[in-house]
């Protein structure tokens, strides 16, 4: 596996998102408005680079007892680092995210990737990795915050792209996009367009139902 | 010199299972982490506190903004921002015990030190506690009040609603009212920061002829000085503005404060 590997396959091959079905919650909550979204990838994508150098630089070290907490004290760390550099240079953004920018700390994504790969891997491929993986997270959450965002105000990055109604001009806002429903619904359309593209995707489902025998 | 470094070598060369491993990895990792994260959150401290301060000073610019004729008389007063002084609420008068730069009051209604419980019939707001000193905001032209701010918090329908309360000098009046501070539903009960519920609040009353708190947010059709219409669809995050207001002008929030100010002045 060549390195560029690492950051290529988890934009669609292996996308955390779409494929593997983690990070939902935030993508849910920051997707409203393009410029959350960016900020937010920004900020998983750092920790999960930062996190996964350093949880690759001591793997060896790492009692197997206690590797999990570790981990997790090394994730929680970055991720306040992270908040507190927000707040201090990015600080409108940082109240719109509120809480949720702490909440990378319970991202799944963050310690799957720590646990699957950083654990096993040098520094290199696994602060790659990581990137790979955040980008891939990002990608998602840069879709869906442009149709949310775009469907919702008629605007992107918080400029008007088209006049809203309450402006005076003919675009009606879908109320529903500001909601988290929507971005449900979108992840769920961008999950099938994916999976009708690379059928490889495709789980193979987990129990057959069978005919039932002997009733008619 | 050659001492300590052996002891590093040996500690790691232990097996990882080894129970000492195990503490002393956990001890190391916990160490540089608090370190980590105390330095960055010492040094960046000031800048955040500064962004803290100048978002609560655009809030109370944007405000008087909107008061006509504001900017005018402070300029004729010779100020560029209103004054703050700390009041003591449950005696109503200023106080200089509290330094008010970096008051949060927040923080002090939290502390049984600074605060008092509220009963909770009378708990209309819904904040359980009140702070016992409180930061207002005033301009005055030779000793007399021209405008005062009061700030207000209530518990909203999922998140604290704060606000600032602009009144005329007669202290019935409302001149402005904005909403610093909330987390409601996004685009339902969020809908308290547009203009459109915020315009219907500039000369209303608070208090009737008697001096007793009568403001009230009502459903459909307002009418007269003392009404102001919810907004449809969030009620519950509208109602709880009106509550807000009742509470804090009557005996456990500013009502003192007030009562003070109308006999004596400022």
């Known amino acids: 596996m060549s390195l560029t590997h690492h950051v290529t396959a988890p934009l669609i091959d292996k996308n955390p998102v779409t494929l593997q079905i983690l990070g939902i919650c935030s993508a849910l909550a920051v997707t409203t408005s393009l410029s959350t979204a960016l900020t937010m990838s920004i900020a998983l994508t750092a920790v999960l680079v930062a996190s996964a150098a350093v949880i690759s630089l001591i793997r060896h070290h790492i009692p197997n007892s206690i590797r999990l907490i570790v981990q997790i004290t090394i994730i929680a760390s970055m991720v306040i680092v992270v908040d507190e550099l927000l707040r201090a240079f990015a600080f409108g953004i940082s109240q719109r995210l509120s809480i949720f920018v702490g909440l990378i700390v319970t991202n799944c994504l963050v310690l799957g990737r720590a646990e699957a790969f950083a654990m096993r891997n040098p520094v290199l491929p696994s602060a790659l990795d990581g990137l790979g993986n ?8 840069m879709i869906v915050g442009t149709i949310r965002e775009f469907f919702g105000a008629g605007t992107l990055f918080g400029h008007a792209v088209v006049t809203t109604v309450a402006d005076g001009g003919w675009f009606q806002p879908l109320g529903l996009m500001q909601l988290a429903p929507s971005a449900f619904f979108i992840i769920g359309l961008l999950v099938w367009a994916i999976r009708s593209a690379r059928p490889e995707q495709i789980e193979v489902s987990e129990y057959k139902l069978q005919q039932r025998e002997g009733h008619r | 010199m050659t001492e300590p470094q052996n002891f590093w070598r040996r500690f790691l ?11 002393g990895i956990a001890v190391i990792v916990a160490f540089v982490c608090a370190v980590v994260v105390s330095t960055t959150s010492v040094l ?93 905001h005033l301009l005055e032209r030779d000793g007399e009040l021209m405008l005062l701010v009061l700030p207000m918090r209530a518990t909203g329908y999922q998140s604290t609603i704060h606000v600032m309360l602009a009144l005329e000098p007669d202290l019935r009046t409302v001149a402005a009212l904005s909403i610093t501070d909330h987390g409601e539903t996004p685009g339902i009960g969020s809908r308290i920061t547009d203009p459109a519920f915020i315009d219907r609040w500039p000369g209303k009353q608070v208090a009737d002829d008697t001096g007793a708190i009568v403001i009230e947010v009502v459903r459909g059709t307002a009418s007269g000085p003392y009404e102001v219409d919810a907004i449809s669809g969030a009620t519950r995050s509208s109602n709880a503005i009106g509550s807000m207001l009742s509470f804090w002008l009557g005996d456990l929030g500013y009502g003192p404060f007030l009562d003070r100010l109308e006999q004596e002045g400022l």
Do not use: C, W
């Not at chain 2, 060369?13 to 503490?23: L, V």
């Open chain 1, 134 to 141: 955040g980008l891939g997270y990002s990608l998602i959450l």
């Open chain 2, 13 to 23: 060369a232990r097996p990882n299972d080894d129970r000492g491993k195990a503490i």
């Open chain 2, 44 to 136: 960046l401290k000031p800048r955040q506190d500064a962004h803290l301060e100048a978002e609560r000073a655009a809030r109370m610019a944007a405000m008087l903004d909107t008061l006509p004729g504001m900017r005018d008389l402070m300029q004729e007063v010779g100020v560029t921002a209103l004054e703050t002084r700390m009041v003591n609420l449950s005696t109503g008068r200023f106080t200089d015990d509290v330094d008010p730069a970096g008051y949060d009051a927040t923080e002090a209604a939290a502390d049984p030190e600074t605060s008092i419980e509220i009963p909770s019939d009378a708990d209309i707001a819904g904040i359980r506690r009140r702070e016992t000193y409180a930061p207002v």
